[in-house]
């Protein structure tokens, strides 16, 4: 399951916008909305390419995309 919260807070002090993000998935901006508000879940292409993005640990990346709960 995807810590929506952690993956939130991360884009938020990443400073880099939604469109872009979403952009880069291929993803448009509400399809970004859906995966964020965990109403559906990433393909594993797109949390490579956002671990990418944020420049993830592979620690954090396990972290914010196969967490065990979420709060």
Do not use: C, P
């Not at 952009?23 to 594993?44: I, Q």
């Amino acid at each position: 399951m995807t810590d929506t919260k952690l993956l939130r807070e991360t884009i938020d002090n990443s400073g880099i916008s939604v469109t872009f993000i979403a952009k880069s998935l291929g993803l448009t901006r509400s399809g970004l909305y859906l995966k964020l508000n965990g109403k559906v879940e990433f393909k594993a292409s797109e949390i490579v390419k956002m671990k990418s993005i944020f420049n993830l640990t592979t620690k954090m990346r396990d972290t914010i995309f196969f967490s065990k709960s979420v709060n």
